[in-house]
């Protein structure tokens, strides 16, 4: 168990080495010259002074070699700041990665609970027009841009509501502000649970859609098993055929889908928390993105691949609590 | 070989299930779309808005000419869309946004498709260095966030839309050469190609004429779904205002140019938005029916 | 006989499927005595597996259509409440099936799986039905069954495993064990072990056995009777030894002469049957087997009359059953 997680830790090491390659290839050592792109943003010319300063502060005419392993180095510590702002990014990440967490956290409690909830209504009817109606609702879902969802939600809650003295849950503010000091971290007060719903919401609506569906097939599948068969033949009530079977075997593949989702909830975020203005990692890759402020999206970007590893490597590790089929001695 | 051998004599349910004889498996995969309602109801949004890509911009006006006069216009006879906050008409600007989504995707698509393939074949065939580099390639770049890569890619590409193209195709290849790498790993083994080995046949002829064919179904799929995830890929990066520019129209940037006016005029959200989605939603119905049809397993 | 423990009578299953009805059991009377091993021959696609699910009623209900009596000590289990088929199931009647890697469930361990069952039928803590887990385990021949206990199915070997199933079946003293292939899915080298190990195991607790089979070569020794299906019909059933010693209906003959036999000349061939089984969507009119048997013949009635089991006490179903001998000899010579 110790050996297959330090295992993982090392080649999760190397995954993310392999992700800061790609993004510093992509980033300085590509563009003929990053220093005009750092300074030039949306396309704008700038003058020859300010790259030069720009040359200079990032030790862009070093070799590439030489500033791969500095970059390394700022990125490892996160000891770089912010081009546009000189925000030390210590500061970004310690005031961001919080709410970025708190709200990957608050669309997997609803992926997880509206998700395998419907999915195991859905496959104890089973028909045609439930099934119709669950893929042709997947397929819409998984089709609606974020952006659109995340400003049809804000115009409903924050905009007609009040326009038409809707009742008082449900107007929710247009701006929301992720104050500090949540209970232990995570558990919000009335005022931060009615700016973290509708983000969360959002961002947990393709999952949602896809758990429910994952966790309908998963049922029919272990239902018509012959474990769940021999479950009745020896005589347990339905109840127990349902919860210690059925249920137990369908959540297997769904465990394993929300654990890796997690990290797909934090990257995908970066629309989710930039149309409702969420102080995460997210909308600040995005501004950083618009502004060419590299330092930011390379460090930023490292986080979130981060914790998406860390993610993958604990539900590998349940994965093997839940299916004790798996062995984590053995390779993968 | 004894008689009851359960092996040797096919029962009768499984024999009655299957497919009736002479039918191709393409005809046999046609018939299962057909029934497909879901599916067939994609294929009509697919066509429906290849017509609107084609016809269209001989109907609607010119989508850059700006009134200087009628700003924020809900629908009108005139205006069937309305009129955005610049003057300019919604549905003309729809419809060539459409036109671009689909030239887009589908392009985006062709080329990730092709790299896909050769670099999944060349893996899946010949192994050794190629293999382990490009499948760790695969495994680092699927680790990073798509928009983080996606944008990425189009720091170094520049902006436009060929810049475009290139980042959706670079930043896509990854799942089909998964694939189709093990699509060849698997064919490998197969006995007619031991045999056509065995008689001499080249290796380039081998992997054109018996291994892609059977690593063609679930591309197939993944195209489908492929076109639908470009599309909405590129929405996202017009929107963050790093894809598409003007005088481009683009569906997700009208959506992220308007977005202050929404409050006041709701139809600069629903109209592009309703055409990203439909767009979508046909290529994504079209991919479900296929792998159903063709009893492709999820990936 | 004594009064029969289980009686199905004129049992109809059907399946609705997308291309129509598939009628998988078309008819079938079948009796098991307390204590009695009864065999079940037939081909795949038969109907010997769905006779056997159907007592318990195992079916998927939205697509199943039943029809006829099945009756245990008297009572109708077709018309039986939930709750009293929940009580049956495992606690009167016991199942073993197929392939005991897919019948296991891979995420408990096989222990907490014959508790399961224990506590399904009697008022017993989680030590005493662990206790009775153990207990059974050895029953079946499975060493150390202390430590086995624990091990989940994956752990076992393929006849470990089918053993544990029987412990499994066997763990509430039921009956009656229906064995559905039992022997099927695991190695050649150990089939002869658990069936055996079946028959003297049920015999220790008291139970009577139904076993489902393809294969007559295993009948031979274990069974008291034998009943052989074809087309979803029983088309002979008789004791074992008079079955052996006079096989009565063609297909019969067919199966005798397809096994491999240490009492014949090493010369002589096997005769497998020719053709196939028939499609239950539209069975064959009249006998179901005239389309491959040697002796059918029109003026007799095969092609056009279901011919019925007679009530001989070796019963079997052919128009021509009274000739069969000398036809028989007439075509080996």
């Not at chain 1, 700022?74 to 925000?87: A, C, D, P, Q, V």
């Not at chain 1, 045609?128 to 819409?140: N, P």
């Not at chain 1, 995005?286 to 970007?301: C, F, I, K, W």
């Not at chain 2, 799929?221 to 590129?234: K, N, P, T």
């Amino acid at each position: 168990m110790t050996s297959f997680v330090l295992r993982r830790l090392v080649s999760l090491a190397f995954t993310l080495l392999g992700g800061f390659t790609v993004l510093f290839v992509l980033f300085f050592a590509l563009p003929s010259d990053p220093a005009e792109v750092i300074a030039g943003g949306n396309g704008k010319n700038p003058p020859q002074s300010v790259i030069d300063n720009v040359t200079r502060k990032y030790h862009l005419d070093e070799s590439i070699p030489k500033q791969y392993v500095r970059r390394l180095w700022e990125t490892m510590t996160l000891s770089g700041e912010s081009f546009r702002t000189r925000e030390p990014l210590s500061d970004t990440v310690a005031d961001r990665l919080p709410n970025s967490l708190r709200l990957a956290i608050w669309a997997m409690a609803i992926e997880v609970t509206v998700g395998v909830g419907t999915g195991v209504l859905s496959a104890r009817r089973r028909n045609s027009l439930v099934d119709t109606a669950s893929t042709l609702g997947t397929a819409i879902v998984s089709a609606i841009p974020v952006f659109v969802l995340a400003y049809l939600l804000r115009q409903v809650t924050g905009v007609y509501a009040f326009q038409h003295q809707w009742p008082e849950w449900a107007r929710l503010p247009v701006l929301s502000e992720a104050d500090r000091g949540w209970y232990l971290g995570i558990i919000p007060n009335l005022d931060q649970l009615e700016q973290i719903i509708q983000p969360a919401l959002v961002l947990a609506s393709v999952s949602t859609v896809v758990v429910a569906r994952l966790t309908r097939t998963t049922m029919l599948e272990a239902a018509g098993s012959d474990h769940v068969r021999t479950a009745r033949a020896k005589g347990l009530k339905e109840r127990q055929v349902l919860s210690r079977h059925t249920l137990r075997n369908a959540l297997i593949p769904v465990v394993t889908f929300v654990g890796i989702d997690f990290g797909t909830l934090v990257g995908f975020a970066i629309l989710t928390e930039t149309v409702f203005g969420w102080p995460g990692l997210g909308s600040r890759v995005a501004r950083a993105a618009g502004q060419s402020d590299l330092p930011v999206v390379l460090t930023l970007s490292m986080v979130v691949m981060a914790l998406y590893g860390i993610a993958n490597l604990i539900v590998d590790v349940s994965y093997a609590k839940l299916d004790p089929r798996i062995r984590l001695g053995g390779a993968r | 070989m004894t008689l009851l051998d359960p092996h040797s004599v096919p029962s009768a349910d499984q024999s009655l299930l299957e497919a009736g004889p002479g039918r191709s498996l393409a005809q046999d995969a046609w018939r299962r779309f057909r029934r497909n309602r879901l599916a067939m109801f994609g294929l009509v949004l697919v066509a429906f808005l290849v017509i609107v890509a084609l016809v269209g911009p001989f109907v609607v006006q010119d989508p850059t000419k700006f009134s200087k006069t009628v700003f924020k216009e809900p629908p009108t006879n005139q205006h069937l869309f309305g009129v955005d906050h610049r003057g300019a008409d919604v549905l003309a600007n729809v419809v060539y946004g459409i036109r671009l989504s689909l030239f887009i995707g589908i392009m985006a698509t062709v080329l990730e498709t092709v790299i896909g393939i050769l670099i999944g074949a060349v893996a899946g065939w010949f192994g050794g260095f190629f293999d382990t580099v490009s499948m760790r390639l695969v495994d680092v770049m699927l680790g990073i966030p798509y928009i983080i890569l996606a944008y990425a890619f189009i720091t170094v590409l520049g902006r436009g839309v060929l810049a475009v193209i290139l980042t959706l195709a670079l930043t896509a290849w990854l799942q089909t050469a998964r694939t189709v790498r093990a699509g060849f790993l698997q064919a490998k083994e197969l006995e007619y190609v031991e045999a056509a080995k065995a008689l001499g046949v080249g290796q380039w002829r081998i992997m054109w004429r018996h291994i892609l064919p059977n690593v063609f179904q679930p591309v197939i799929v993944l195209v489908a779904v492929g076109v639908g995830s470009a599309i909405l890929a590129e929405a996202a990066l017009s929107f963050l205002g790093v894809g598409i520019q003007p005088p481009e129209p683009s569906l997700g940037r009208m959506i992220a140019d308007s977005q202050s006016h929404f409050a006041t005029a709701p139809y600069l959200l629903i109209f592009p938005g309703l055409a990203i989605i439909i767009t979508v939603l046909g290529f994504l119905l079209v991919g479900d029916g296929l792998r159903d049809a063709l009893d492709v397993k999820d990936t | 006989m004594a009064a029969p423990l289980l009686e199905i009578g004129d049992l109809r299953v059907g399946f609705r499927t997308d291309d129509g009805l598939v009628q998988a059991v078309r008819g079938v009377d079948l009796a098991v005595a307390g204590g009695e091993v009864v065999a079940v021959v037939g081909e795949s696609g038969s109907g010997k597996s769905v006779t056997a699910l159907s007592v318990l009623g195992l079916h998927p209900h939205h697509r199943t259509e039943i029809g006829g009596t099945i009756s245990w000590q008297g009572e109708d289990l077709l018309a039986a409440s939930p709750e009293r088929l929940r009580q049956v199931r495992g606690g009167e009647i016991a199942m073993v099936f197929q392939d005991p890697l897919t019948a296991l469930n891979p995420v408990h361990t096989v222990g907490k799986q014959i508790i399961e069952a224990v506590r399904a039928h009697r008022d017993i803590g989680k030590a005493k039905a662990k206790e009775r887990a153990v207990e059974m385990l050895g029953l079946v021949g499975i060493p150390q069954p202390q430590r086995r206990v624990d091990m989940f199915p994956h752990e076992f070997s393929g006849g470990m495993r089918q053993r544990a199933m029987i412990a499994m079946a066997l763990s509430c003293e039921p009956r009656l064990v229906i064995a559905d292939e039992p022997t099927t899915a695991l190695d050649v080298t150990v089939q002869a072990q658990v069936l055996e190990l079946l028959v003297e195991s049920t015999h220790k607790v008291g139970s009577a056995v139904l076993l489902i089979t393809h294969d007559l070569g295993v009948v031979a020794g274990l069974a008291d009777r034998v009943a052989v299906m074809y087309a979803g019909r029983v088309v002979e059933s008789a004791t074992t030894p008079e079955l052996f010693a006079e096989p009565s209906h063609p297909y019969t003959i067919g199966l005798l002469d397809s096994l491999p036999r240490v009492d014949t000349d090493v010369d002589e061939e096997l005769r497998p049957i020719g053709g196939q089984p028939p499609s239950m969507l539209a069975p064959p009119s009249g006998c179901a087997f005239h389309p491959r048997c040697p002796y059918a013949s029109a003026e007799h009635g095969c092609m056009h009359a279901l011919p019925e089991l007679d009530d001989r006490r070796h019963a079997a179903a052919c128009w021509r059953r009274d000739e069969l001998a000398g036809l028989r000899a007439a075509v080996t010579t």
